[in-house]
């Protein structure tokens, strides 16, 4: 096996979005209490970082509120790194999410990361009374907003969307200059948010023609692509002493997550995910992968040497499966994957 030294040095997150299919439900104070525990253990035994991700109006009470989350996970924390992946941004008050990404950001002793995408489900902008046609210059400006509050200024602010007089974000949050800004999103509107007002670009899965999209971005505004910082990673990655085993537990949960995904987005008018029928189409799909450590970290260094991350996540807990179940797999991750590319 090639050694730790011809990997490239990365920090490895968790990805978590508190979901309870109606097919498995538990009462939400259990299923909530077991992920933070289980965020808890991953930071026990190595992970560098835990993103938080949002919907809105899901049956199976996809995490619609990430900031009270994300201060939940800074009380039960110490050392792991907070991100959202991604807030929805348009459909916030800047403001106001500036003072609550500063609250978690001393909450934490600065370990908040801000990661905001665009949205594409129409009926949650409806259901918020927004326009979704509107999303795109709303999240221009809300980017804008919060940069310029985190950076310490008292904002005046005149857009199209957002007015503001003498805005300013106090307390202030504690890291320095701010916390980082991640933008997320496939398309060339995402990729020109992620260079314009972001400090890096955060994606899942096959992300080269979008990470390619951004180096030009960023040429074009005169920064330096080798210098740009993306985060990415396999939608399911778990090691596994039996893959075959673990595979055939997991997969009636992965294929849920995935069909629900798949439905959205073609609602939207998105392929990113394919609907299947069966867990037999999830396996031919490869979006399950359930592997040897020894396979997974030729999956990341393979991954990796494509795509030129510095941090790798992928889902953690697959929507209804116990979180507690999940430890096992975790703690090989960390052990056996993580060493390889830690130096």
Sequence with gaps: ?????????????????????????????????????????????????????????????????????????????????????????????????????????????????????????AGEFEGLGLKYKERAARMNEALEIIRRLWDGETLTFHGKHFHLEGARCTPEP????????????????????????????????????????????????GKDPAKAHVIAGHVWLVAAKDPDKTWTELAPHVLYQINLYAKWMGDSGQDFFPRMETVEDLRKSGLLNVVTPERAVEMI??????????????????????????????????SKVMPHFRG
Excluded: C
């Design 174 to 221: 504690v890291q320095k200059p701010r916390p980082p800004i991640w933008v997320g999103g496939f398309a060339a509107g995402a990729t020109r948010r992620a260079a314009r007002y972001g400090d890096g670009y955060i994606a899942i899965n096959e992300v080269r023609p979008a990470y390619d999209n951004y180096a030009a971005e960023l040429r074009a505004l």
């Design 301 to 334: 260094r393979d991954y990796a040497t494509r795509i030129p991350i510095e941090r790798y996540y992928t889902w953690t807990l697959p929507p209804g499966y116990p979180p507690k179940k999940m430890y096992e797999h975790l703690e090989l991750f960390a």
């Design 1 to 121: 096996m090639p050694t730790a030294t011809k990997n490239p040095r990365l920090r490895f997150g968790l990805w978590v979005d508190f979901r309870n299919p109606p097919q498995w439900r538990r009462p939400y104070k259990k299923l909530y209490a077991e992920t933070l525990d289980m965020v808890a253990y991953g930071e026990s035994v190595g992970y560098d970082d835990v993103w938080l991700s949002e919907h809105h109006f899901v049956d199976d009470g996809y995490s619609p509120a990430q900031m009270p989350i994300a201060a939940a996970v800074a009380m039960k924390t110490k050392k792991i790194r907070i991100g959202t992946s991604v807030v929805l941004l348009p459909m916030y008050d800047p403001v106001r999410l500036a003072e609550d990404g500063a609250t978690v950001d001393i909450l934490s002793g600065g370990r908040f990361e801000l990661g905001a995408g665009l949205g594409y489900r």
